[in-house]
């Protein structure tokens, strides 16, 4: 992955720029290991209000990203969205927050 990493380089694209913060425009170009150049780009990049994570795209991304930075095992967080989905029905919040240290 490192490896990869040393490969990528991010610049500053000027639409990008001037449609932000109105528009969340993504765009790619990649060059291929036989010379061709591809580009692409996502007008309502997944996660914007016009194009919303599902509840589960959302509640694997939480998962994602928390046993990723060694915040929570999978386990704990599933415990945690489960009371998050039922907040609503919870007279008082307190009880919660020894969950999130």
Do not use: C
Not at 38 to 47: I, Q, Y
Not at 60 to 85: D, F, G, P, T
């Amino acid at each position: 992955m490192i490896a990869f990493g040393s490969r990528v380089r991010m610049v500053v694209d000027d639409e990008v720029d001037r449609a932000y913060p109105a528009r969340w425009v993504g765009k790619i170009t990649v060059i291929t290991s036989d010379g061709r150049t591809l580009h692409d780009r996502v007008d309502k990049p997944k996660g914007d209000p016009g194009n919303s994570l599902s509840r589960t795209e959302l509640e694997e991304k939480v998962i994602e990203l928390a046993v990723y930075s060694n915040a929570a095992s999978e386990k704990e967080m599933k415990v945690a969205l489960r009371q998050i989905w039922d907040l609503s029905k919870v007279p008082k919040v307190g009880p919660l927050l020894p969950l999130f240290p």
